[in-house]
């Protein structure tokens, strides 16, 4: 596994759901059988926007040298996903969105997998 491949998923699947929340917050979330008012599609603005910020990061960040910027981007993006899976697992063994729902809980848990790996036990790469 290849850190510039791990930055490149990062950032394409962040840049994608960015925009959509950006853009199209209430459409994005009747997939996943959630009502949006008002304050859920500026919340989901504001979270697109995030996505935005971390997609660049990712994209910036693929091709770097190892180095103690690139395994602090490593680790917080682990870290970042790990919490990730933990509340939208939480929240899908809810009831809080449809079955699509699992695949967020699914994206959360490779991505924190992958960092995870890259950070802790990869060879540079």
Do not use: C, E, H
């Not at 979270?47 to 602090?72: D, T």
């Amino acid at each position: 596994m290849k850190v510039s491949t791990i930055f490149t998923i990062n950032a394409v699947v962040a840049v994608l759901f960015g925009l959509a929340f950006i853009f199209a917050p209430v459409w994005l979330l009747s997939f996943y059988g959630i009502t949006a008012d008002a304050t859920t599609a500026f919340i989901g603005q504001l979270l697109g926007a995030a996505f935005v910020g971390f997609a660049i990061i990712s994209w910036m960040a693929r091709n770097a040298p190892a180095s103690p910027a690139r395994s602090a981007i490593l680790l917080s993006f682990f870290i970042g996903d790990a919490i990730g899976f933990i509340v939208s697992l939480l929240a899908q063994m809810k009831g809080v969105a449809n079955a699509l729902g699992w695949s967020t809980v699914a994206i959360y848990l490779l991505l924190a997998l992958a960092f995870g790996y890259l950070q802790f036990m990869g060879k540079d790469s």
